[in-house]
T-cell receptor
Framework: QKEVEQNSGPLSVPEGAIASLNCTYS??????FFWYRQYSGKSPELIMSIYSNGDKEDGRFTAQLNKASQYVSLLIRDSQPSDSATYLC???????????FGAGTQVVVTP | DAGVTQSPTHLIKTRGQQVTLRCSPKSGHDTVSWYQQALGQGPQFIFQYYEEEERQRGNFPDRFSGHQFPNYSSELNVNALLLGDSALYLC??????????FGPGTRLTVL
């Protein structure tokens, strides 16, 4: 079983709609969670982090964490063509910063 | 304020050769983590350096080694290159246990 799992996609989203991405993790002791965006051929860039159960909003992005169910999600509101990228979920399972990444979900926003 | 920098951008080597990749962390950061990202996969943790010591290591063979210098910059060395070592090598800088910020990466091709 992979430690961090994401649907690979592609997730096709009409422009202006909401994109919903999910991520599950296996280590119940995980404490911090991150979403990164990666454009083709580029390196990952941080979108947001979340540490506590519930929702965290940053602009058009909302991260949701449910530690009891071991999942974290990312919502992208008012999706734009520039949001077309692969979204990586990362989990920090220990106190030393060894991030475990999912394989990523490809999002395609269609005009 | 300079972000994370990596050099070189691209590198082509042949099987059996050795390679050294370099990383300078973001100003104020003292921890450097290295990841390998194969095509279509999420980044895989190689190791992390803090206070000039390897603090954690992922499931990579001893052919992968590293170093951190007093100015917090770091090197990743790979000996006896295999075709399967072809990947994007990512350096991430952070404070210990904190959010990691990625450099632009080094694309290594092994022929």
């Amino acid at each position: 079983q992979k430690e961090v799992e994401q649907n690979s996609g592609p997730l096709s989203v009409p422009e202006g709609a909401i994109a919903s991405l999910n991520c599950t993790y296996s280590d119940r002791g995980s404490q911090s969670f991150f979403w990164y965006r990666q454009y083709s051929g580029k390196s990952p860039e941080l979108i947001m982090s979340i540490y506590s159960n519930g929702d965290k909003e940053d602009g058009r992005f909302t991260a949701q964490l449910n530690k009891a169910s071991q999942y974290v999600s990312l919502l992208i509101r008012d999706s734009q063509p520039s949001d077309s990228a692969t979204y990586l979920c990362a989990v920090n399972s220990d106190s030393w910063g060894k991030f475990q990444f999912g394989a990523g979900t490809q999002v395609v926003v269609t005009p | 304020d300079a972000g994370v920098t990596q050099s070189p951008t691209h590198l082509i080597k042949t099987r059996g050769q050795q390679v050294t990749l370099r990383c300078s962390p973001k100003s104020g950061h003292d921890t450097v983590s290295w990841y390998q990202q194969a095509l279509g996969q999420g980044p895989q943790f190689i190791f992390q350096y803090y206070e000039e010591e390897e603090r954690q290591r992922g499931n990579f063979p001893d052919r992968f080694s590293g170093h951190q210098f007093p100015n917090y910059s770091s090197e990743l060395n790979v000996n006896a290159l295999l075709l399967g070592d072809s990947a994007l090598y990512l350096c991430a800088s952070s404070l210990p246990t904190d959010t990691q910020y990625f450099g632009p990466g080094t694309r290594l091709t092994v022929l």
